[in-house]
């Protein structure tokens, strides 16, 4: 219990099956395959050599597959996390390439305990406020980026454009300069992803292609024909040192960790629970805080930099059809082992074929089918799935993100602002309550009035409580009591009781009694802690409606059989 609680990876993998392995190995390599050249270029956007991209695979992806919760998420470099730890870091490295080093170091390893900090104090509530819609749609921009971004790489030339409709329009406008070779061997890539697992579907597609097309390139040499190729890589593992610093640089990397830490977190919690909800898990997001800070500490210690959920080799992975977290530690093996003894035949990979590869991933991640089930459902979720898309597309992947949840809040507002609510009667044949204006024919106890109210009564809606409570009571001819139906009431706070209170008073002014049925949890304890509960006692609150209309009923006749006797 205590492993799977802390180490959830480790966990799984002491429950292994042998015949998980050969789709693990598959997908293991196909990971090794996209992540080595991703890592490279990634590592230039911070600033540093080639080698420090890979450093910041090896070790962080085999913690995290030990740590971690999600059995797809694949852990490395990132752009965006890329480009905010440079923008922390170049302005103090003031050119020196050593001190870029370490301050990546230290940056990587800020983030890393902020993660865990917010972890222990579960903060990992932040994830539950990216919907389905939010997470289709964000799967559907970044699949879309995907391909944006490497449409390049297959035609032949590098797209300059920043962002995806920057990017479309310098490719479109570029088009005049494709290089037919590469455009060639994208081509003849593609085909073979797509025709390879139809007809082998046991073999790595992603492997076979960048190996067969890095053979076609090193055989014929087709670099001198303007083929685009990885280049050279220095081989070695990373020696471990701690970095030195001051506290003004301290201050000014802990303001840019938390920002890190927030994006690189969003990222990873987004894509691990889109590939969670594709395979039937959940994910732990508050385990997931913690891991994601242990795998960016491990980061740092091996001299990489900060990491998080890598979206494209997580798209992958689930395609090639790995099954648990020993993809992530094969692929952690197999780039070790190329850093230490393989880095000259890497040189060769063209960037045609990772191009492609990376173009499958991405068609993966889009989900038209979704989209139109959402939109059958629900409007305006569908209208929010497509606005996280475009947000992504148009203004990155935060912001994009943040627009969208921020607009889900707002409609939760509204809809509490707003609820639903019903005066309730009985309609024979039917079990329970019903709302009498769906109900023509629903029948009501004369001079009782039971309402119902369905959401918390808060500050922004407890005078939309009192009021719509007050309308139902004056369309009822001749009012002598009214129960409040309180089920669906889940809480409320000092301004719903302050109305709660006005409702009574003004009912009991009007000589209109005032019963609560079905009170229950905090709604309940704030009754007793306010007064009101001790205030009712005499028999006005109710364990159920139908014990409240027994009592009107019962006080009903009581009263003609006294006007009687007058």
Not at 258 to 271: K, R, W, Y
Not at 484 to 500: K, M, N
């Amino acid at each position: 219990m205590l492993l799977s609680r802390w180490l959830p990876g480790l966990a799984n993998l002491l429950h292994y099956r042998r015949e998980w392995f050969h789709a693990d190995l598959q997908a293991g390599l196909s990971v090794a395959a996209i992540q080595i050249p991703i890592a490279i270029a990634y590592a230039q956007i911070v600033g540093l050599p080639p080698q420090y991209g890979l450093y910041a695979c090896i070790l962080p992806m085999m913690v995290y597959a030990l740590v971690g919760s999600s059995r797809q998420l694949m852990v490395g470099p990132d752009a965006a996390t890329c480009a905010m730890v440079a923008g922390a870091i170049a302005p103090l490295a003031l050119g020196d390439p050593s001190r870029l080093a370490q301050l990546s170091v230290i940056v990587t390893i800020l983030v890393g305990l902020m993660l865990i900090g917010a972890g222990l104090a579960r903060a990992g509530f932040i994830a539950s406020f990216f919907s389905r819609p939010i997470l289709i749609g964000y799967l559907n921009g970044i699949g879309l980026s995907l391909l944006a971004g490497q449409l390049g790489k297959v035609l032949g030339f590098q797209i300059e454009g920043n962002g995806f409709i920057l990017s479309l329009i310098n490719l479109l406008q570029r088009l005049e300069e494709i290089h037919w070779v590469t455009l060639s061997i994208g081509l003849i890539g593609l085909a073979l992803l797509i025709w390879l697992p139809r007809r082998f579907p046991r073999l790595p597609a992603a492997l076979v292609t960048v190996v067969l097309a890095t053979l076609v390139v090193g055989v014929f040499g087709l670099d001198r024909f303007g083929v685009a190729i990885l280049g050279p890589v220095p081989a070695g593992m990373p020696e471990l040192a701690w970095p030195k610093t001051n506290l003004e640089e301290m201050k000014s990397l802990l303001r840019d960790a938390l920002g890190i830490a927030t994006v690189s977190f969003c990222s990873a919690m987004l894509t691990a629970r889109s590939f969670a909800a594709r395979h039937g898990y959940a994910i732990n997001a508050n385990h997931e805080f913690l891991a994601l800070g242990v795998t960016n500490i491990a980061a740092g210690i091996s001299q990489g930099f900060a990491v998080s959920g890598a979206d494209s080799r997580t798209a992958v992975n689930d395609m090639v059809g790995g099954k648990s977290q020993l993809v992530g530690i094969i692929a952690a093996l197999v780039i070790a082992m190329i850093l230490l003894f393989f880095t000259a035949p890497m040189a060769w990979i063209p960037q045609a074929a990772l191009g492609a590869v990376l173009l499958m991933a991405g068609w993966g991640l889009i989900d038209v089918k979704s989209l139109g089930k959402i939109y059958k459902l629900s409007r305006f979720e569908f209208w929010l799935c497509v606005l996280t898309t475009v947000g992504v597309l148009g203004v990155g992947v935060l912001p994009g993100i943040i627009i969208a949840v921020t607009l889900a809040i707002l409609r939760l507002l509204y809809s509490i602002y707003q609820p639903t609510d019903a005066v309730l009667g009985w309609v024979p044949g039917v079990e329970g309550q019903v709302d009498i204006e769906g109900h023509k024919d629903a029948r009501t106890v004369k001079g009782l009035v039971v309402y119902r109210f369905d959401d918390a009564i808060l500050f922004f809606n407890a005078d939309y409580f009192k009021m719509r409570l007050l309308e139902a009571v004056q369309r009822e001819l001749e009012p002598r009591a009214v129960l409040f139906d309180a089920e669906a009431v889940s809480s409320i706070d000092v301004s719903g009781i302050a109305a709660l209170r006005e409702v009574r008073e003004t009912l009991e002014a009007r000589g209109i009694h005032f019963g609560i049925a079905r009170a229950r949890g905090r709604f309940l304890r704030m009754l007793v802690r306010s007064g009101i509960a001790r205030e009712m006692e005499n028999g006005m609150l109710f364990g159920s409606v139908r014990s409240g209309i027994r009592a009107y009923r019962l006080w009903r006749n009581r009263m003609r059989r006294e006007a009687m006797t007058e």
